[in-house]
């Protein structure tokens, strides 16, 4: 059994197809980590900027604020009426306005004394106090990565079990082992799998993060971010970032919280499309069976997009959401980054959700043994 599981890892992990795709994928990683030299091909982006804005301004590394003619264009008329004018640079309309905005704010300020200032920011700016998360582009990239990891794992286990019984390679394989011990070890495989591939992403991240730390400890990676209004906070350095999250026992353990429920729900995924496609006697029957199984993956995709943009509904059903099964492995996670959940809810949820992967990996078992007699 362990002879037949590491050569099944050799196969799968050390051939020159996975070489090459992780090869590439180091090199992608690599490239977002220095994106803002390419990017921005280590050119500082000059902008024409109305000259009665210009004491109204954060320093920005990437940008040049100048009277005459630029790479951005952008002209002033009275009263209000500020123009961009088209452009080939990669800068965002969204981060000039919201330079427009800034400025011309304490511009429209200025032309007034001190106390009238303070009013004009009371009654312009309240002060608001709300325990509800703000809406940001954070949840979309965390549903996102979550919905392709099992998107990219979920076939796994079925692929590998079904490949051997079509081939007829399954019945020279039982003849040598238990079908028990065959099974439990293609699970065993498939966490090792798992493990294995988010050791070499992380250590791809890892390592481009070390080699930009070198260079200058990340700095002008996170003031590109930051000045193209992909991060809402300036960061001088990656330390800094560590720093805020070591100190933060809570973040800390939502992250195992959120790893624990989702390779839970994965593990259970990849369980029950494995039950479902072992109904399959041939090959070509594999699709029919499979297909309904990724257009509900794919509705639960578009179905958490939906709530998540609906930050009141999202709230409302916060509380139980995160104990379905199967969805708790998206929104357990979505939840503990973007809102307080107590210990005790976070354990309730997993040990639902590892209810349900006993209740999967025993039905499938008994299915497997059914139909390889």
């Known amino acids: 059994m362990i002879h037949y599981l590491l050569f099944s890892l ?23 980590v220095f994106m803002d030299m390419w990017f921005l091909q280590n050119q500082t982006i000059t902008i024409q900027w109305p000259s009665h804005l210009n004491t109204h301004l954060e320093s920005y590394e990437y940008f040049e604020f100048i009277d005459s003619e630029a790479m951005i264009n952008i002209t002033f008329t009275q009263p209000s009426l500020y123009t961009i004018h088209p452009h080939s640079t990669n800068v965002s309309t969204e981060t000039l306005t919201s330079l427009i905005t800034y400025a011309h704010q304490r511009y429209a300020l200025e032309q007034f004394d001190i106390e009238t200032q303070n009013e004009i920011v009371v009654m312009l700016e309240p002060m608001i106090e709300s325990t509800q ?108 970032i ?66 998540n943009d609906l930050p009141g509904f999202s709230q409302s059903i916060a509380s139980w959401i995160i104990h379905v099964p199967i969805l708790s492995m998206i929104f357990h996670p979505l939840q503990l980054v973007t809102n307080q959940i107590p210990i005790e809810v976070s354990i309730f949820s997993i040990i639902i959700a590892l209810s349900l992967l006993i209740f999967a990996f025993k039905g499938s078992f008994k299915a497997f043994k059914t139909q390889t007699v």
Request: charged residues 10%; contains cysteine.
């Open 10 to 32: 050799k196969r799968r992990w050390l051939s020159l197809g996975s070489l090459i795709i992780f090869s590439l994928g180091f090199f992608v990683t690599l490239a977002l």
């Open 133 to 240: 998360a703000p809406s940001s582009l954070l949840p979309i990239m965390i549903i996102s990565f979550l919905y392709f990891t099992l998107l990219g794992f979920s076939s796994n286990l079925s692929s590998d079990i079904l490949s051997e019984k079509h081939s007829q390679a399954l019945l020279m394989i039982l003849s040598a082992i238990k079908r028990k011990d065959y099974f439990l070890m293609k699970v065993y495989q498939s966490w090792i799998s798992i493990f294995v591939q988010s050791v070499l992403v992380s250590s791809s991240i890892l390592f481009a993060i070390f080699l930009r730390a070198n260079v200058d400890q990340g700095k002008g990676l996170l003031s590109f971010l930051y000045e193209q209004q992909w991060i809402p906070l300036r960061f001088e350095s990656f330390s800094q």
């Open 242 to 307: 560590i720093k805020i999250i070591t100190e933060n026992s809570q973040f800390s353990l939502s992250v195992i919280f959120a790893g624990l429920s989702f390779i839970i729900g994965l593990m259970t995924c990849m369980l029950f499309l494995l039950w479902l496609s072992l109904k399959a006697q041939r090959s070509e029957e594999i699709a029919s069976i499979q297909t309904p199984y990724y257009i509900l993956i794919v509705l639960m995709y578009y179905v958490s997009l939906w709530i």
